[in-house]
Every structure is written in structure tokens, then in C-alpha cells.
């Protein structure tokens, strides 16, 4: 989540990497594909930039092998203090972007940081209108990409969580669907967030989440505190009455794969007239990427669970949607 290395110092070495997400990802970026790699099969890493708001923003795309118009979409936001190779260091993402033909973008936040809607993020506090970046973004990348418009989705982890559960509420008429992970849905927006289309929604939360509390309430950081967010199953269940779903979701236990301290339960939302909702709680998981790195001490972020793949789970449910019209 959004700067917190103050609240957490087990060590100084540890303490350099408590940017949420931040300095571990901007180290573990430094290890991905260097931006503007070319592979002679037509896919491969580069670095855009867009002018919004006055300030020029940038972002990575990662083409799969073969190119091609038309590709479906995923944004991928960092955590607080991060940068963009480092969200697809820890997410893997780039892999089922290859595997599944889709692209992967990595917007990069102002002053590494994103206006969520917390309040006290260095993007919130600067007034910046990230929604509008993301907007003109799309726009961008429609232009220059040709990509399917009708199928751009987002995910992120921590703050960058937040932002994709911003975007589900304000930009349904241009995203398609959401998947935060590590970030439920903050009490301020929660009684805006009625979007005209309906938003299908997959959120991945642990219960040992040091950060952002399975149960709600304040989410840890180093500034002065923002809003607080809701319980991972009252934001499901919001999204759940704005799809039009039933109260009570079917709750189901995914089989163990591996013994990793954690357990894994779905509960998932249907028939809904609108659009479906899945909430994956990591029970003993903590703020990390589920089949991803643990990519700082479990006494730091708590536990990375390894029984099941949240970037290959992600794009299952994106790819079972149906084009946003």
C-alpha cells in the first residue's frame, strides 16, 4: 500500500523496501525485459508517453509474439511508491499476456503514486485526475496499438488495487472489467459507485493482510491516514447489489496444491442481470501476489500463496466476459 515504511521497520535494509510495493518493485523491475526491447517475432517491451493535466505521463506495453491489431487489453497498476517494470516483475504478467495474446500495459503514477481516492496518496494531495489519464490512455493506445477497445481491463495490486476499483466506479463506459488485488473498496466512493454499465468484478484478498485489513477499516501507511476502506466481503457485496446478484454468493474451497500455510475459498456471485462477481479470499495470505514472488519477509507483507495463479485466474474471468459495448 502507499508509503509505509515508517509504520514498519524490522530493519533498515527491509525498511528501504516498504514503499508498499514500492522499492522492492522498482529493485525487482531493474531484473524485467528493458523497456523498447524488440523480438524479431514481433512482440516485445516499450515505453510510451501522453501529455494530461499539463504533465507528461509514461507507461510500458508488452506486445505478445505475433503483434496484430485488435488485442484485448489489461492495465496493470503498481503499489504505492513503485513503478511500472516492477508490477510486471511481481505479477508475471507479461508470461500470460504471451501465453493467452492479450497486452500488457504498466501505467506509471504520479510521483509513483495514484489517486485512488484515499486522500493522501502524493497523486490525491496534488489534485491529479488519474481517471483522466487513464481515459486518454485508452484513447492513445487505440490510436497507436489498434487494440479491441470493447475488451480493457484492470488490475492492481495495493494502491494500484485501489485505482482499478476507482475505475470500475467512474470509467465502466471504457473498462470492462476490474480485478484488484490487495485493495477493497474505500467508504468514500462505496456510496457513489453505481456505474452506468454494469462492472464485472474479481477480487483477491488475504486474511493476514498486515496492510489493508481482510475485516476494513484503516489502511496502514506512513502518511497522515486516508479513508478507510471496507471489509473484502462488504466490497463484493456492493458490487454484488449494483450488478444485480443475488444477496448470499456460493462459497466453494480450492483444493490444496501446495503446503504454503494458506487456504483458498471463492465466493462467487450468480445469475446476476448484470455482470458476474467472484471474491478469492486467501485465508493466512497476506498483501502480496498470489502465485507471484514473495517479494518481501513474510513478518513484513505476510504470506504469498501458491494455490492458484492470480494472472492466469484474472485473465480466465477477463476472457469469459463479453465485449463491452
Not at 102 to 121: E, R
Not at 272 to 295: F, K, S
Request: glycine share 14%; hydrophobic share 40%.
Amino acid at each position: 500500500m502507499e508509503q509505509i515504511e515508517e509504520q514498519q521497520r524490522p530493519s533498515r535494509r527491509t525498511a528501504r523496501g516498504l514503499a508498499a510495493l514500492g522499492l522492492a518493485a522498482v529493485v525487482t523491475g531493474a531484473l524485467a525485459a528493458p523497456a523498447g526491447a524488440a523480438r524479431t517475432d514481433g512482440g516485445g517491451d516499450r515505453t510510451g508517453h501522453l501529455r494530461v493535466g499539463g504533465r507528461t505521463r509514461t507507461y510500458l506495453v508488452h506486445t505478445p509474439p505475433g503483434g496484430g491489431a485488435g488485442l484485448p487489453v489489461v492495465l496493470a497498476f503498481h503499489g504505492g511508491g513503485g513503478t511500472g517494470a516492477g508490477m510486471a516483475r511481481i505479477s508475471h504478467l507479461d508470461a500470460v499476456a504471451d501465453q493467452h495474446h492479450f497486452l500488457a500495459v504498466y501505467p506509471q503514477g504520479y510521483d509513483n503514486s495514484w489517486a485512488g481516492g484515499k486522500g493522501d496518496t502524493p497523486a490525491d494531495v496534488a489534485g491529479i485526475d488519474d481517471v483522466a489519464f487513464v481515459r486518454a490512455l485508452i484513447d492513445q493506445l487505440a490510436a497507436d496499438q489498434h487494440i479491441d477497445r470493447t475488451r480493457v481491463f484492470a488490475t492492481g495490486l495495493s494502491s494500484g488495487g485501489f485505482m482499478s476499483q476507482r475505475l470500475g466506479c467512474e470509467l465502466s463506459d471504457r473498462i470492462a472489467g476490474i480485478a484488484p488485488v490487495a485493495a477493497t473498496l474505500l467508504t468514500n466512493l462505496a456510496p457513489t459507485c453505481n456505474p452506468p454499465h454494469p462492472m464485472p468484478v474479481l477480487e483477491i484478498q488475504g486474511t493476514a493482510d498486515p496492510l489493508v485489513p481482510y475485516d476494513g477499516g484503516h489502511v496502514r501507511g506512513r502518511g497522515p491516514g486516508g479513508y478507510p476502506a471496507l471489509s473484502a466481503p462488504d466490497s463484493v457485496a456492493h458490487w454484488a447489489r449494483v450488478n444485480g446478484c443475488p444477496a448470499v454468493p456460493l462459497t466453494a474451497a480450492l483444493p490444496a496444491l501446495v503446503r504454503d500455510g494458506t487456504q483458498v475459498r471463492t465466493d462467487t456471485y450468480r445469475p446476476c442481470r448484470g455482470a458476474p462477481v467472484v471474491l478469492y479470499t486467501v485465508v493466512g495470505g497476506g498483501h502480496t501476489w498470489p502465485g507471484g514472488e514473495q517479494y518481501l519477509p513474510v513478518r513484513v507483507v505476510g504470506r504469498t500463496t501458491h494455490q492458484f495463479d492470480a494472472s492466469e485466474t484474472m485473465w480466465r474471468f477477463f476472457a469469459s466476459l463479453p465485449p463491452r459495448t
